[in-house]
């Protein structure tokens, strides 16, 4: 069964940066797709970046394009989102998800496609 585990969160200043990691425990990265979303406060859930199973298909929320960077370290089963610029509307817990159905080369952010979820890390953007 896998499982999955975000870490990284916390409280940061506008223009600052953090790194949140989601661990999988159970199949290796290459088995499916990772998502990041996030939910702040009375909104919706919204996809912020997912990377598909071999790595090569990223994606990202309009909003977050140039601030955020997806990547993962295969052997270590985790999968980072570098967030740089850190606006107060970032606040929200963040989420990482997999999606085992995904064809290799591609990601999305439909919430329904993916099957598994960590609990979840809160960042909190202010001054």
């Known amino acids: 069964q896998l499982q999955l585990a975000e870490s990284g969160g916390g409280l940061v200043q506008p223009g600052g940066s953090l790194r949140l990691s989601c661990k999988a425990s159970?199949?290796?990265?290459?088995?499916?797709?990772i998502g990041w979303f996030r939910q702040a406060q009375g909104k919706d859930p919204e996809g912020v970046s997912c990377i598909s199973s071999n790595g090569e298909g990223l994606n990202y929320l309009d909003a977050v394009k140039g601030r955020f960077t997806i990547s993962r370290d295969v052997a270590q089963k985790t999968v980072y989102l570098q967030m740089n610029n850190l606006l107060p509307e970032d606040t929200a817990v963040y989420y990482c998800?997999?999606?085992?159905?995904?064809?290799?080369?591609?990601?999305?952010?439909?919430?329904?496609?993916?099957?598994?979820w960590g609990r979840g890390t809160p960042v909190t953007v202010s001054s």
């Open positions: 998800a997999a999606d085992v159905l995904a064809v290799e080369a591609l990601c999305d952010f439909v919430r329904k496609d993916y099957t598994y």
């Open positions: 159970g199949y290796g990265l290459n088995y499916y797709a």
